[in-house]
């Protein structure tokens, strides 16, 4: 069985970083494409990020030069390095692959 479990969300103000962690387990995580989605309220879950197995990069526009992907295949884990954070970058942010979604985890950015 395939799971993904999220870490990391918290309160930060304005113009602070995060970093959320996503471990994976049930799946040869070495070959997939993982990524990261949010939903903030009201509003339909959108792509974030993602970072294939070869270690390629994409990237919203809205989060472009802010935010960084990465994974670290020996621990099962990718990661979202979040910087300068912006009200608007408030959600609730999910892990995902082909084979299955988090629960998610939330950030809020608030002074």
């Known amino acids: 069985q395939v799971q993904l479990v999220e870490s990391g969300g918290g309160l930060v103000q304005p113009g602070g970083s995060l970093r959320l962690s996503c471990a994976a387990s049930?799946?040869?995580?070495?070959?997939?494409?993982l990524g990261w989605y949010r939903q903030a309220p009201g509003k339909q879950r959108e792509l974030v990020a993602t970072?294939?197995?070869?270690?390629?990069?994409n990237y919203a526009d809205s989060v472009k030069g802010r935010f960084t992907i990465s994974r670290d295949n020996a621990k099962n884990t990718v990661y979202l390095q979040m910087n300068s954070l912006k009200s608007d970058d408030t959600a609730v942010y999910y892990c995902?692959?082909?084979?299955?979604w988090g629960k998610g985890t939330l950030v809020t950015v608030s002074s």
């Open positions: 970072v294939t197995s070869d270690g390629s990069t």
């Open positions: 049930g799946i040869i995580f070495t070959i997939y494409t």
């Open positions: 995902w692959t082909r084979l299955a």
